[in-house]
């Protein structure tokens, strides 16, 4: 460990398997100060499949999680940490409006003298930030609590800056172990797209692709809708996910004669790559998440609707579709406006293929992400410093 670097306590509720790599180097940048605190997702969930199960190179404190309603409300066991681990300095939290223990443990870090980071969505995808529902009013009020904020995308930075003008806000664009899949992507790019389907199983036609949870908000039941409405026999449809939709899709498939190749979860990105990388579009009609990052790394590009309400729809993610260069925003979910922006995209392959990978590269880099995090705790720490010593805080 490095004194200089600050000790981190990064408190969540689960950490899903392409998460740690991100910790991981993030620990490195640290001087191996980063501590992560987390704890299970709700049992039988469709997060189970997503968890990492190895504390291989971190330092790992278990949280009990209480879960009320399903996965509604979330009450996090955190007294332990700071007995546990006396030396830390900064505290970094998973911003989420369903966690009651998020400003019990912000009050209890800074007596603790740590700076404490909000880092997350901070608005739901169905309203927009800080709107007058008397949720997103409270989880504005939350964030005004912490020393600093850390978001996924500029719109929504701008955003709190101008709704919390007195506190510091940073980007980390969440992102994937993007050195690993651009190494896969080299590796199956040597051997092409055509081998690559071959050695799946898939006919060497048109393949769509869908990335993410089976649950009814991901809109995958209109994947297969929209394929069986696209002109042509032997369209591929590849979908990489688990959770509890799978039997309802499985029988709309049969119904609609569509040939669908259901892979299950998984959570390696060296098992999932070869899938994808064989793949045209990944069409998700649903809310996108980190699918368009593991798309863009490995050349597919987008389709998905735009939002059509006063919310974003989309997670943070979505914003990276940068409709006409990387992908489509269709103008609707409906299957009509979907099939024809997934036949644009087919129609002009290479153009939207190259400006994917070239958006992974440049704008979606883990060294990036990172660079975000730490910007973020040096200010967090800087914060406490100040305060600790009796100047106060400065903006």
């Known amino acids: ?82 007995r546990l681990r006396p030396t830390a300095n900064v505290v970094l939290m998973e911003e989420s409006p369903r966690s009651l223990s998020q400003r019990p443990l912000i009050r209890m870090a800074k007596r603790q003298g740590c700076g404490t980071i909000l880092w997350g969505h901070f608005s739901s995808n169905s309203r927009s930030l800080g709107s007058s529902d008397w949720r997103d009013k409270r989880r504005l009020e939350t964030a005004g609590k912490a020393d600093v904020l850390l978001s996924y995308t500029d719109d929504i930075a701008s955003q709190l800056r101008r709704k919390l003008p007195d506190l510091p806000v940073f980007v980390a664009r969440n992102t994937l172990d993007t050195e690993v899949l651009d190494e896969l992507y080299r590796e199956l790019n040597a051997r092409g797209k055509s081998s690559v389907r071959e050695e799946l199983g898939l006919a060497p036609s048109p393949t769509i692709l869908f990335l993410g949870r089976l649950i009814a908000e991901k809109g995958v039941m209109r994947v297969i809708e929209t394929v069986s409405a696209l002109p042509g026999d032997a369209i591929n449809v590849v979908v ?72 974003r729809m989309h997670s943070p993610e979505g ?69 600790s010593s009796g100047t106060g805080r400065t903006t």
């Open 1 to 82: 460990m490095n004194d200089a670097d600050p000790h981190v306590l990064y408190v969540t509720r689960f950490v899903p398997a392409y998460r740690l790599p991100i910790l991981r180097r993030l620990n490195e940048r640290l001087g191996g100060n980063l501590t992560i605190c987390s704890g299970d997702p709700p049992k039988g969930s469709s997060f189970d499949g997503l968890v990492s199960t190895t504390d291989e190179g971190v330092d790992r404190i278990h949280l009990s999680n209480l879960w009320f309603k399903g996965e509604s409300l979330h009450w996090q066991s955190f007294r332990k940490l700071f």
């Open 240 to 311: 990489i996910g688990d959770g509890p939709e799978r039997n309802v899709l499985t029988e709309k498939a049969r119904e609609l004669g569509v040939s669908v190749h259901f892979t299950g979860a998984l959570g390696d990105v060296r098992t999932s790559a070869p899938w994808i990388f064989a793949s045209d579009v990944l069409l998700n009609p649903g809310y996108l998440g980190l699918s368009v990052n593991h798309a863009f790394s490995l050349g597919v590009p987008v389709v998905a609707p735009m939002a059509s309400g006063p919310g």
């Open 319 to 387: 914003a990276y579709v940068v409709s006409g260069e990387n992908g489509l925003l269709a103008q609707s979910d409906s299957v009509e406006d979907l099939g024809k922006a997934v036949q644009s995209v087919l129609a002009d392959q290479d153009k939207f293929s190259v400006a994917a990978l070239r958006t992974a590269r440049e704008t979606l880099s883990m060294d990036t992400m990172i660079d975000g995090l730490i910007n973020a705790i040096n200010v967090a720490n800087q914060i406490r410093l100040r305060e």
